[in-house]
């Protein structure tokens, strides 16, 4: 039985933008879609800064699948 969890990287089949939140919901198997929802509401709420400054970081960290 193989119980290792997915690497933390950005999937081509599951991304809007460049597949960040995407990648963060597979490697903890939770739903994409309402990660996205919920991460829109926390950068909107926090006045954008953070969640725009955390994105690019994590585009620039996280590897693409392939």
Do not use: H
């Not at 809007?16 to 929802?37: E, H």
């Not at 509401?41 to 970081?57: D, E, K, Q």
């Not at 960290?61 to 392939?66: A, V």
Request: hydrophobic share 55%; net charge positive; no cysteine.
């Amino acid at each position: 039985m193989n119980t290792a969890k997915p690497s933390l990287s950005r999937p081509l089949d599951d991304r809007v933008l460049v597949g960040v939140v995407g990648g963060i919901a597979r490697r903890f198997g939770w739903n994409s879609t309402l990660l996205r929802v919920l991460y829109v509401v926390f950068s909107v709420l926090s006045a954008a800064f953070p969640g725009i400054l955390a994105y690019l970081l994590l585009w620039l960290l996280m590897p693409e699948d392939g």
